[in-house]
């Protein structure tokens, strides 16, 4: 009954190639999320989605792309990886856009090699 | 531009003290802050959300403060226990902003 999923947990792959990490939720929210956690652990905004609509674009390389295909699921997929990319992506979701309470996934540890 | 930051970075106490977490943001103008804990290669749990316009929550062992005006918002944590051990994390969204902006964190541990 997990709340936020993401697929995978770990992900090792090889500078230049296209990776794809997958998020659902299943707490009926209308709002999901994309963050980064770097290595010393300080979490950026990168992308959020409002009843599949993007609502927030942070400044990110358009190597990344989010896609949501209904409410319940946003994915993210990063081509061309770089070595830069290495860190630890969360999924989060809430409902409605500000006053709920932020509900995470355990995260997807991408390591660039 | 939104800046939050966190004191201390680290901090170690012994079991059963009772000990402050402190938030500070730059921009007052916020709409609700969250407290969350961040456990070893796990995601984040919400704790305690306060809207702007509350001066507090509380939740079991946990009390959460805001004092918008001076930019800023403390976690008590009632009786400490080795299981509080963790990181934990303050975020804000602004009034005209869906972004939360997150704190650089206080990694907490409690010895038994």
């Known amino acids: 009954d997990t709340a936020v999923s993401q697929t995978p947990k770990y992900l090792v792959t090889q500078m230049g190639n296209d990776k794809s990490i997958k998020c659902e939720q299943n707490?009926?929210?209308?709002?999901m999320y994309w963050y980064k956690q770097d290595s010393k652990k300080f979490l950026k905004i990168m992308f959020s989605y409002n009843n599949k609509e993007l609502i927030i674009n942070e400044t990110v390389p358009n190597r990344f792309s989010p896609k949501s295909p209904d409410k319940a699921h946003l994915n993210l997929h990063i081509n061309s990886l770089e070595l830069g990319d290495s860190a630890v992506y969360f999924c989060?979701?809430?409902?409605?856009?500000?006053?709920?309470?932020?509900?995470f996934g355990n995260g997807t540890r991408l390591t660039v090699t | 531009k939104q800046e939050v930051t966190q004191i201390p970075a680290a901090l170690s106490v012994p079991e059963g003290e009772n000990l402050v977490l402190n938030c500070s943001f730059t921009?007052?103008?916020?709409?609700?802050l969250q407290w969350f804990r961040q456990d070893p290669g796990k995601g984040l749990t919400s704790l305690l959300l306060i809207q702007s316009s509350q001066r507090e929550q509380t939740s079991g062992r946990l009390n959460a403060s805001l004092d918008k005006s001076s930019g800023r918002s403390t976690l008590y944590i009632a009786a400490s226990q080795p299981g509080d051990s963790a990181t934990y994390l303050c975020a804000v969204i602004g009034s005209g902003t869906y972004k939360y902006i997150f704190g650089t964190g206080t990694r907490l541990k409690v010895l038994a």
């Open positions: 707490l009926g929210h209308d709002t």
């Open positions: 989060a979701s809430t409902h409605g856009t500000r006053g709920s309470p932020l509900h």
């Open positions: 921009d007052s103008a916020i709409y609700n």
